[in-house]
């Protein structure tokens, strides 16, 4: 049925564009990559849901090639220019290959532009019990490539999650990975959280553009949860938020803000409860605020689409809105990745009087809703709002509308910092009913019961803590010219520097495996931040120095600006603050790197590495492991993704790693 839709599609064409709702109709759409047209035709229409391509044992591999067509960048599989939906089951094993096809990497720069500054940034100068700072360097874009799987709790080396070293070739340009292919096997745990979780391109350096690109796709991971919802008559649909372009200047969001005034359910934006004094923990040297990035009113408006169709700022039109159609009495699952490279997302559902309409939350990314022992939390409908940062997922169950009414699902407006992008409020969805007959797959019974999950990180409230840090995040204008940003993440401890992230330098933080650790992550900055550590689920204690009643499990969590409102003219500054339990089991052993998701931050040097260190090894102080370590696939070697002249990937990742 899907291939007589597209095929249907085709013969229909008509030429469109990226442009303002009255003009978008995406019936140009013609997904198939050709030689003419890598990246297919058109853009989506509005309703398209990206296809799903199963793992299984008649089709154990996906092949994912990257194309380019000018300024936009796919994945392409079995033929078709959209990144489809991998569904694999816990206990699998996914086998991704990644062909590297793009042919001129010079016009992503397109997407990166960088202003010119008519009076130069100076340089920070030293202060006695201030952290020195190490100013960064632009990355050039070179088109090289590889796979991250946001979530996956599977061990940082080849041929598994590891993004540090192993990259592709793009078609042109220096070879520095020595290879245009490579193959990724996942052994997916049998205890690794059901749930939603996603695929992007991790190059130091070149994430942005390749994301802005249209680089990104959702990866399903089944369980028993899924088997009973589908018993119910349950369906699910994945919804996912990119990030097209940020070209609006302040003004005109402001207009766009203000048509929305007039709509039901309109608020103002949200904006996270703000530090209170003192709310620093004194640890090491303390971080230069007055020279840090100042309050703006030239942050661009972070454009945005969903499952590849545009969104509309300002007040929308239903005709301007992705239509989602139920059963009258049914529900659906919605499963929600927030793949856009720094707009925040603040989802609710409501009514046509603007009352917010109750969800049922099933999971946060991808980990479902459970207590520290594993059991489950009550499906309790909650018409809160739900804020999703960068990277983040949320998975809801969602009741269709009565016969004659709608609901209209959208995002709040985020107030993300003075320093931070505009983030209005836009309606993303309307929902009607359709009328139940008997013939219809699901009757009006209640949603099955969640059943209990046991993961790696069940039981993590319960460890003790092993050791405490304070982990910083800072942003300074680059020295020179170029209007850029340098973007730091350190541990705040006695002789450390705020230095961009190095993929030569050592690892920021060094644990052996089967440590526990609570981490306050500190944000000096004038805007929000979104932070993340691959491998791992941590446990959120406390937002601001309050306590949460019950820690949300998370792999993204949103780090609340500094206070007052601009922290490089105030006499006192208050970092926003979380804190967060960790747990780095011997499973997940080699180089973990931590970052904001915010991603042209990460390009731009706010990004670290916790090496953890499995029983058995040791590393000298001076940073050289000992011979064993090093021989883990992806562990102490040069980064060829960088500077190396390329190798061979290990043909299977070390027994002792592997997950259990």
Known sequence: MRFLILFLLICCASTTSWADADEYAGMAWQPYSTAQHPCGIGIPPRGDFPHDRWVNARRPVVRLTVRQEGTRLCYVADGIAEA????????????????????????????????????????VPHQAGVMDIVPGTAHAVTGRTN??????????????DEVLMGCVDPAAGTALCGQREMTYRYNVPT????????????????????????????????????????AAGIPDRVFIVRQEQDTDAKAVA?????????????????????????????????????????????????????????VVDGAA????????????????????????????????????????VPVRIVARDGAPVTDDAGRPGALTPTADAQLVPPAGRVEFLVSAPALGHKYYWLSHAVDTGCAGDVVPERRLAVVTPLPYTDDG????????????????????????????????????????????????????????????FDMLGPPAITVPAGAVEEWVVENWTNEL?????????????????????????????????????????????????????????????????????????????????????????AERGDGVEKTGWSDLPGVGRVPICRFGAGRAWAGAASASLAPR
Not at 193 to 221: F, N
Not at 289 to 302: F, I, M, P, Q, W
Not at 347 to 356: A, S, W
């Open 84 to 123: 489809p939906v991998i569904r694999v089951r816990q206990g699998d094993t996914l086998t991704i290959t990644l062909r590297n096809e793009i042919t001129d990497p010079a016009l992503l720069e397109a997407l990166l532009p960088a202003g010119k500054l008519a009076s130069p940034n100076g340089s």
């Open 147 to 160: 796979l991250h799987v946001h979530g996956f709790s599977v061990p940082p080396v080849a041929p598994q």
């Open 191 to 230: 205890n690794m959280s059901p749930g939603l979780y996603w695929y992007h391109p991790h190059v130091h350096g070149e994430v942005t553009a390749q994301m802005l690109a249209g680089l990104s796709g959702a990866i399903v991971v089944e369980g028993a949860d899924d088997k009973a919802r589908d």
């Open 254 to 310: 402001t207009k766009a803000a203000a048509k929305m005034v007039a709509l039901p359910g309109v608020k103002m934006p949200v904006t996270l409860v703000p530090p209170p004094a003192g709310n620093s923990v004194v640890a090491g040297l303390r971080v230069d605020t007055r020279h840090e990035l100042g309050c703006s009113n030239k942050t661009a408006v972070d454009e945005i689409s969903l499952n590849g169709a545009p």
């Open 317 to 356: 039109k239903d005709a301007d809105l992705t239509p989602v159609t139920m059963t009258a009495g049914t529900t659906q699952l919605w499963r929600v990745l927030n793949a856009a490279t720094d707009a925040f997302l603040d989802l609710v559902l409501m009514d046509e009087t603007g009352k917010p």
């Open 441 to 500: 797959d699901q009757g009006h019974a209640a949603p099955p019961a969640p059943g209990a999950s046991s993961s790696l990180f069940t039981g993590l409230l319960a460890r003790k803590t092993d050791r405490e840090r304070i982990v910083a995040f800072a942003e300074y204008p680059r020295p020179g010219d170029a209007d850029q940003t340098d973007f730091y993440i350190t541990e705040r401890r006695p002789g450390a520097l705020l230095r961009p």
């Open 529 to 617: 931040h979104a932070f993340h550590m691959h491998q791992v689920h941590f446990r959120v204690l406390s937002v601001n120095g309050k306590a949460l009643a019950d820690p949300p499990l998370l792999d993204t969590v949103t780090v609340p600006a500094a206070g007052p409102a601009d922290v490089t003219s105030a006499a006192q500054v208050a970092p926003g603050q979380v804190r967060i339990k960790i747990y780095f089991p011997e499973a997940l052993a080699g180089d973990i790197p931590f970052h904001c998701h915010l991603v042209d931050h990460e390009d731009n040097g706010m990004m670290g590495v916790v090496r953890v260190v499995p029983h058995g090894n």
